[in-house]
């Protein structure tokens, strides 16, 4: 199947400094890609959707100041955690569906485990 | 979007079938059903995708009744590395995924 990959797999950072989290389809275009924060023993819950060329959509009680998403290309989706808290620590993880064709299936990275100490 | 229920937990033994049903009254004709697995600090991975009646693939098969208000993801002969949550999910197929709390299926030798 496609590949979706995340870059870095973890990161810890100080609190109030920013991270960005990339998302890559590795042989595919993906037109559409989500974002999921997953905290321990939770389901995943989707932040928004970004839309190649065009502004993220956020889900309800989502900051989108403090969770900035780009989606400059169709194969790179990017997330960026502004001034970071202990309580962003979590598990964020990106989908990315292929364009137009007949397969419209989602394709998940590998997780990117955030620690803000 | 379509809300999913599903057990909460399962267990199960090596060898055995293993059969996850998930209900979702409210699905809409556009809707296609879709599990994916998921392990510990991992991505969810895609198991299988159906519209109606049966599909089967080379790790499960997923039956779905004629009122697609329900369907069922069996997993035949689970070994220990099935152990994993099993999520059910409702949409179109361009839609966004929303994820519901999932089944954790502990599978014991």
């Known amino acids: 199947g496609a590949v979706v990959s995340q870059h870095p797999s973890w990161v810890i950072c100080k609190s109030g400094t920013s991270v960005k989290i990339e998302c890559r389809s590795l042989?595919?275009?993906?037109?559409?890609m989500f974002w999921y924060r997953q905290f321990p023993k939770q389901s995943l819950m989707l932040m928004a959707t970004?839309?190649?060329?065009?502004?993220?959509?956020?889900e309800q009680g989502v900051e989108k100041d403090k969770f900035l998403i780009n989606h400059a290309s169709l194969t790179l989706s990017t997330l960026t955690v502004t001034s970071a808290h202990p309580e962003d620590s979590s598990f964020y993880i990106c989908?990315?569906?292929?364009?137009?064709?007949?397969?419209?299936?989602?394709?998940f990275g590998q997780g990117t485990r955030l620690t803000v100490v | 979007l379509a809300k999913t229920t599903q057990p909460i937990s399962m267990d199960s033994y090596e060898g055995q079938e293993v059969n996850i049903t998930c209900s979702h009254n409210?699905?809409?004709?556009?809707?296609?059903i879709t599990w994916y697995q998921q392990f510990p600090s991992q991505g969810p991975r895609f198991i299988i995708q159906?519209?109606?009646t049966k599909v089967t693939n080379e790790v499960a098969s997923l039956f779905i009744p004629a009122d697609r208000k329900s369907s069922t993801l069996s997993l035949p002969r689970v070994s220990l590395s099935d152990t994993a949550v099993y999520y059910c999910?409702?949409?179109?197929?361009?839609?966004?995924?929303?994820f519901g709390q999932g089944t954790e299926l502990s599978v014991k030798p």
């Open positions: 970004s839309n190649e060329g065009s502004k993220a959509t956020y």
């Open positions: 042989d595919f275009q993906a037109t559409t």
């Open positions: 409210n699905i809409a004709t556009n809707d296609y």
């Open positions: 989908s990315a569906r292929e364009g137009t064709g007949g397969n419209t299936e989602a394709f």
């Open positions: 159906g519209y109606k």
């Open positions: 999910l409702v949409g179109d197929k361009r839609g966004k995924l929303i």
